[in-house]
């Protein structure tokens, strides 16, 4: 068992398919004089040991990953990367297996709750709260930035009024992302063009509620890695590709290359102030610029890619982020 002194262990959370980013943030903090410990979040309760005592003298919280020990008192700082559910024994039985993922589910959220003089990035709270586009959105609007007319709905009539009224222009999407890491995820469903012949099947709307948007016209998509106030930003062209012009994430590789790009110094501050009212340190936010140069703000994601960022553009993401844990 390593030995560290009081409070230097910084906790990366993630899970066992994730590695770029996690590393570069690892070597980056071990450069500071700290101790980066990953969790990967999947492997609990099956390869990770846990044990939190609690008496009326006081409390215990330890973690066994790999052949490393880590207390809770020992941790200066936790980055929530990901968190993925408990990857269980396939010969479990299906209605233990579910039994099993809520308990761990539970016992894991109860350690980390037990964290709670670290440094978080991000709080899980705010995390949780950010996570609702529809708010994100209307706090988007107050701190002055433009964004596309929107409609959540499961009403079909609502849906076809809106398409109509945007002149068929409408984009839809997912409420919640679902992508895993830098790579492709297993399931992920993109942002798509609506067409008239959708809106003849909008009556399964009352089976699951979708998200239109007036599709906003691209010179440039930007993805800005903010962190802690500081933004880097890199941007694609999308419209070279006929799988991509909608989401660039579904451009063939080559079509769309990641380069630098900046946001006016009025945009990021209104970005900054979106950022701040969601409590968030660190965020992948999206936007399009328009060919008459306005600035378009889609979303953020509390938990986005900058990889690609740091891979092809060189911009020192992993080194913000470590100074942010350690604070």
């Known amino acids: 068992m390593s030995h560290a002194t009081p409070r230097d262990t910084v906790l990366l959370l993630t899970h066992s398919g994730d590695h770029f980013t996690v590393e570069r943030v690892a070597e980056a903090l071990a450069r500071r004089g700290a101790r980066p410990v990953r969790l990967d979040t999947d492997l609990f309760p099956e390869?990770?040991?846990?044990?939190?005592?609690?008496?009326?003298?006081?409390?215990?919280?330890?973690?066994?990953?790999?052949?490393?020990?880590?207390?809770?008192?020992?941790?200066?700082?936790?980055?929530?990367?990901?968190?993925?559910?408990?990857?269980?024994?396939?010969?479990?039985?299906?209605?233990?297996?579910?039994?099993?993922?809520?308990?761990?589910?539970?016992?894991?959220?109860?350690?980390?709750?037990?964290?709670?003089?670290?440094?978080?990035?991000?709080?899980?709270?705010?995390?949780?709260?950010?996570?609702?586009?529809?708010?994100?959105?209307?706090?988007?609007?107050?701190?002055?930035?433009?964004?596309p007319r929107t409609l959540l709905t499961n009403d079909a009539r609502e849906a076809r009024d809106f398409f109509r009224e945007a002149g068929g222009r409408v984009v839809t999407k997912l409420l919640r992302p679902l992508s895993v890491s830098m790579g492709a995820a297993p399931l992920f469903v993109y942002t798509s063009d609506v067409t008239a012949a959708d809106l003849?099947?909008?009556?399964?709307?009352?089976?699951?509620p979708a998200v239109f948007q007036e599709r906003v016209e691209k010179e440039r998509e930007l993805r800005a890695a903010y962190v802690g106030g500081r933004l880097f930003v890199g941007a694609v062209d999308a419209r070279r590709s006929a799988r991509g012009a909608t989401d660039w994430r579904r451009a063939d590789a080559g079509d769309c290359r990641w380069e630098h790009d900046a946001v006016?110094?009025?945009?990021?501050?209104?970005l900054d102030r979106l950022m701040r009212g969601l409590g968030l340190v660190y965020g992948a936010l999206d936007l399009i610029r328009t060919p008459d140069g306005r600035h378009v703000f889609l979303e953020v994601n509390p938990a986005g890619e900058w990889g690609m960022l740091e891979r092809d553009l060189g911009l020192p993401v992993s080194e913000a982020i470590a100074e942010e844990l350690l604070k």
């Open 264 to 270: 006016p110094a009025d945009v990021g501050a209104r």
């Open 200 to 208: 003849e099947a909008a009556e399964q709307l009352r089976h699951c």
């Open 47 to 147: 390869e990770l040991r846990l044990a939190a005592r609690l008496s009326a003298e006081g409390s215990s919280h330890t973690l066994g990953v790999g052949r490393e020990a880590v207390s809770a008192d020992e941790v200066r700082a936790v980055w929530a990367r990901k968190l993925r559910p408990a990857r269980l024994d396939a010969r479990l039985g299906e209605e233990f297996r579910a039994l099993c993922a809520r308990e761990s589910a539970a016992a894991l959220a109860g350690f980390l709750d037990g964290l709670g003089g670290a440094r978080w990035v991000n709080p899980p709270r705010s995390e949780r709260a950010a996570e609702d586009k529809l708010r994100q959105l209307r706090l988007a609007r107050e701190a002055g930035l433009d964004i």
